[in-house]
């Protein structure tokens, strides 16, 4: 066989592959969309994680009457601004015949977010998760070891409480809030145990 034979027989082994490879792909991408029911990779764009400089301000665009409204109601708009605002722009408000008021300015404040803490007391009888909104208590979960059973008592208030009982043996943990943290107050029998 010529090197000339051997070059075009390597060159359509090659051909075949691509084309058999692509074809196979296309095959799972389309079964892929019929079970999930999801776009096909060529069908959907990446997610956008950032953006370079600060984003658009719609505000900023000029307003325009729309057809359906008279001529002589406008919108105002906000001006753009390099810093945040705590009021409101004044908004126009149309009236059945005659001309616009404007509102007086508002004061809009935000609740400040609150921090949720959670901590996990683990012990001999088991584990108890306990999170904190403020002074709020909620029990997220609490699970026995093993020859142990358990009681949940309130799941969410100032306190939370679970009894652990293994036979005659009692663990209760107590759980309050203490400057938004939980914290555990652990009674076995006659010794009392503070865990933080």
């Known amino acids: 066989m010529s090197r000339r034979m051997w070059t075009l027989a390597v060159s359509l082994w090659v051909a075949i592959v691509i084309v058999g490879s692509a074809v196979t792909w296309l095959a799972i991408d389309r079964a892929g969309q019929q079970v999930t029911g999801r776009p096909s990779a060529s069908e959907t764009k990446p997610p956008v994680v950032g953006t ?7 505000s900023a665009l000029p307003s325009t009457p729309s057809p359906s409204s008279p001529a002589h109601t406008r919108t105002p708009t906000a001006r753009p601004s390099r810093t945040p605002s705590s009021t409101a722009p004044p908004s126009a408000r149309p009236t059945g015949s ?7 300015p508002s004061t809009k404040t935000a609740a400040p977010a609150q921090r ?7 012990g001999s009888a088991g584990f108890v998760t306990v999170s904190c909104t403020g002074s709020l208590a909620t029990l997220k979960g609490a699970s026995p070891a093993d020859g142990w059973s358990y009681e949940r008592g309130d799941d969410s208030g100032d306190s939370v409480e679970v009894k652990f009982t293994n036979g005659g043996t009692e663990v209760q943990v107590h759980a309050t809030c203490v400057g938004g943290t939980p914290q555990f107050h652990v009674e076995s029998g006659s010794s009392a145990d503070e865990v933080g």
């Open 116 to 122: 949720i803490e959670t901590r996990t007391w683990t």
């Open 98 to 104: 005659g001309p616009t008021k404007q509102a007086s």
């Open 52 to 58: 370079l400089g600060p984003a658009p301000v719609a």
